[in-house]
């Protein structure tokens, strides 16, 4: 009978710390959501504003193929300085309305200072 409780236990105890690394994974892995209303076809790429939680963007690259979204990832990664892997269309991918979801966990930046990043693009 012992061994029963002492089971019992052990499995209560790996699932207490299975929560405590899952509620620990939310905290290490966040994720930004930004809705991003695209232009595509553009002659250059380039920010246009950045209001009200909307990142109007202009892409060189034509909707066709998903060659947008494409240019879209690269265009952030490159102007946010934030890897093309952390950078992911979620929904709209077909839509001109999109929301963009950032990782920034293995990034060592904020939310704060990636929009700080997305403003000081505006002004150049």
């Given at each position: 009978m012992t061994k029963k409780g002492s089971s019992n236990s052990s499995k209560q105890q790996q699932q207490q710390q299975q929560i405590i690394?899952?509620?620990n994974a939310k905290v290490d892995e966040p994720i930004i959501k930004?809705?991003?209303n695209v232009h595509p076809n553009s002659?250059?790429?380039?920010?246009v504003s950045f209001e009200d939680q909307i990142l109007?963007?202009?892409i060189s690259e034509p909707p066709i193929d998903g060659k947008a979204n494409i240019g879209v990832i690269e265009f952030l990664s490159k102007e946010l300085?934030?890897?093309k892997s952390n950078i992911?269309?979620?929904k709209g991918s077909k839509s001109r309305?999109?929301?963009v979801e950032i990782d920034i966990s293995s990034e060592n930046i904020t939310k704060d200072e990636l929009f700080e990043r997305i403003k000081s693009k505006l002004n150049n």
């Amino acid at each position: 009978m012992t061994k029963k409780g002492s089971s019992n236990s052990s499995k209560q105890q790996q699932q207490q710390q299975q929560i405590i690394i899952n509620n620990n994974a939310k905290v290490d892995e966040p994720i930004i959501k930004i809705n991003v209303n695209v232009h595509p076809n553009s002659k250059e790429s380039s920010i246009v504003s950045f209001e009200d939680q909307i990142l109007s963007l202009r892409i060189s690259e034509p909707p066709i193929d998903g060659k947008a979204n494409i240019g879209v990832i690269e265009f952030l990664s490159k102007e946010l300085n934030i890897r093309k892997s952390n950078i992911e269309v979620g929904k709209g991918s077909k839509s001109r309305n999109k929301s963009v979801e950032i990782d920034i966990s293995s990034e060592n930046i904020t939310k704060d200072e990636l929009f700080e990043r997305i403003k000081s693009k505006l002004n150049n």
